[in-house]
C-alpha cells in the first residue's frame, strides 16, 4: 500500500534555508515508488525550490503550497489564484487549524479553495480537525477532484503538541473512510523521528504530515524510510 509523508515548512525557512535543506535531504534521501514525499514551503520559496528540486531529479519528491486563493485570477489584493500555482506545485495545504485560528477562514473559505484547485489540476490536501464533526465534508463529495488527501490533524495535537493515541486515529481513519473510501488518509499531530513509525503501522492510515519534524533534513529523511518500510507491509 502506498504512503505519504508530508512535510510542513509553515513560516519557518527562507529561500536559501530550504536550498540548504533539499541538498542536505537528497544526500539521505531514497526514492521508492511505494512512497510519495511532498514539502511545502513558503510561497516565497516555491519557485526557486521547484527549480532545485528538478535540478536534483528526486523521484516522488513533489512540492505543496501551504495556501491557496478561494478565488481565480482578479481584483483580490495580496491572493495567489490557484492557476498561479500549478506551474510549481503539485498539491496545496486547505484549512489548515492556523488557517482556521489565525486567519479566521471559514468552512466555505475551505470548500471554495477546494474547488479552485480541483479546477486547476491541483491537489488538495483538505484538513480535518475533529472526526466528530465530518458531517461538514459532505459537500466536499460534491466537488469534481479525483484526486484529494485529507489530514486528520486533531486540535490538541497541534496546539499542545499531544500526539493522538493510536485507537483514536484508528477510529477516526474508519469515520472519515466512510466518506471518503478512494481517497488517502494522513494523520498530524506532534509526530517526530521517534514516533513516527508507530503511527505508520496504524491500520488504514496511509501516511504522515509533519511540521517540526519535516524542518530537520536528517529527521525527515529518517521518517520517509520509515514510510518505506511501512509500504512494504
Request: charged share 25%.
Amino acid at each position: 500500500m502506498k504512503k505519504y509523508v508530508i512535510g510542513n515548512w509553515k513560516c519557518h525557512k527562507t529561500t536559501d534555508d530550504g536550498l540548504q535543506w533539499l541538498q542536505q535531504f537528497s544526500q539521505r534521501y531514497r526514492a521508492s515508488d511505494t512512497v510519495d514525499v511532498v514539502v511545502a514551503p513558503s510561497f516565497l520559496c516555491l519557485e526557486r525550490i521547484s527549480l532545485a528540486l528538478a535540478e536534483l531529479r528526486l523521484a516522488g519528491v513533489s512540492l505543496a503550497a501551504q495556501d491557496v486563493s478561494p478565488f481565480p485570477r482578479g481584483r483580490y489584493t495580496g491572493a495567489i489564484a490557484a492557476d498561479m500555482l500549478k506551474r510549481v506545485a503539485r498539491y496545496v495545504i486547505i484549512g489548515h487549524s492556523e488557517r482556521r485560528r489565525y486567519f479566521h477562514e471559514t468552512f466555505q473559505d475551505v470548500i471554495n479553495k477546494a474547488m479552485e484547485s480541483a479546477d486547476n489540476g491541483l491537489i488538495p490536501i483538505v484538513c480535518v480537525e475533529d472526526a466528530s464533526l465530518l458531517t461538514q465534508l459532505r459537500p466536499f463529495a460534491d466537488i469534481d477532484c479525483k484526486e484529494m488527501i485529507i489530514a486528520y490533524t486533531p486540535v490538541d495535537a497541534l496546539n499542545f503538541n499531544i500526539p493522538e493515541s493510536v485507537e483514536r486515529i484508528a477510529a477516526a481513519v474508519t469515520r472519515i473512510r466512510a466518506f471518503f473510501p478512494a481517497f488517502p488518509i494522513i494523520y498530524g499531530g506532534a509526530l517526530t523521528g521517534k514516533n513516527a513509525r508507530d503511527y505508520l503501522a496504524i491500520e488504514g492510515l496511509d501516511g504522515l504530515f509533519l511540521g517540526s519534524a519535516s524542518l530537520e533534513a536528517d529527521e525527515f529523511a529518517k521518517v520517509c524510510g520509515y514510510a518505506q518500510d511501512a509500504a512494504k507491509g
